[in-house]
T-cell receptor, first 115, second 113 residues
Framework: KAGVTQTPRYLIKTRGQQVTLSCSPI?????VSWYQQTPGQGLQFLFE???????NKGNFPGRFSGRQFSNSRSEMNVSTLELGDSALYLC??????????????FGQGTRLTVV | DQQVKQNSPSLSVQEGRISILNCDYT??????FLWYKKYPAEGPTFLIS?????DKNEDGRFTVFLNKSAKHLSLHIVPSQPGDSAVYFC????????????FGKGITLSVRP
């Protein structure tokens, strides 16, 4: 059974540009969550999508947005990139969504560098 | 406001000995707790979880203990192996508005051969 797939693995962008990251969850999983990991800050929750609806949102500015498609694949978009957006962006999928006792499975992440 | 805290940034233990990783939380609405392990350049891998109705859950070399009154949980690894060297994240969630997974900042475990 294929795991969570994130593309691309690495990305370099310049300040002011926008970027779109993609996540394909495990087959049958309907919940997709996105996290930002920076050194010393752990994993910061961005948002969760379940059945194409945003169900939870973290404390990030509106430049960070996402969506989920009918096949459960999800995209995350960051507009007007800033140097501080450089991070590892992780996607996690789970079977029934957060709030129930099922673990989340993570992809390998997309390493975004803003220069 | 850090709702899940892993106060020790690193831990070093001898191979074969016990590793004890600690985690504290502040949100009393959390009722499900998880530990993840992360190697560099990889996503976190689920290790073990515990529901708030239990105080212990064991899976092979890994045991998680939950003390709800102290809002504290710990992960015990016995015996520790060099392959266990990684960053370990504690995570917690509740229901409704607290349903998202909230992570600690992680602790780097080094197991010396």
């Amino acid at each position: 059974k294929a795991g969570v797939t994130q593309t691309p693995r690495y990305l370099i962008k310049t300040r002011g540009q926008q970027v779109t990251l993609s996540c394909s969850p495990i087959s049958g999983h309907r919940s997709v969550s996105w996290y930002q990991q920076t050194p010393g800050q752990g994993l910061q929750f961005l948002f969760e999508y379940f059945s194409e609806t945003q169900r939870n949102k973290g404390n990030f500015p509106g430049r960070f947005s996402g969506r989920q498609f009918s096949n459960s694949r999800s995209e995350m978009n960051v507009s007007t990139l800033e140097l501080g957006d450089s991070a590892l962006y992780l996607c996690a999928s789970s079977l029934l969504g957060q709030g129930l006792n099922t673990e989340a499975f993570f992809g390998q992440g997309t390493r975004l560098t803003v220069v | 406001d850090q709702q899940v805290k892993q106060n020790s940034p690193s831990l070093s233990v001898q191979e074969g000995r016990i590793s004890i990783l600690n985690c504290d939380y502040t949100n009393s609405m959390f009722d499900y707790f998880l530990w993840y392990k992360k190697y560099p350049a990889e996503g976190p891998t689920f290790l073990i979880s515990i529901s708030s109705i239990k105080d212990k859950n064991e899976d092979g070399r890994f045991t998680v203990f939950l003390n709800k009154s102290a809002k504290h949980l710990s992960l015990h690894i016995v015996p520790s192996q060099p392959g266990d060297s990684a960053v370990y994240f504690c995570a917690a969630r509740g229901t409704g508005a607290n349903s998202k997974l909230t992570f600690g900042k992680g602790i780097t475990l080094s197991v010396r051969p």
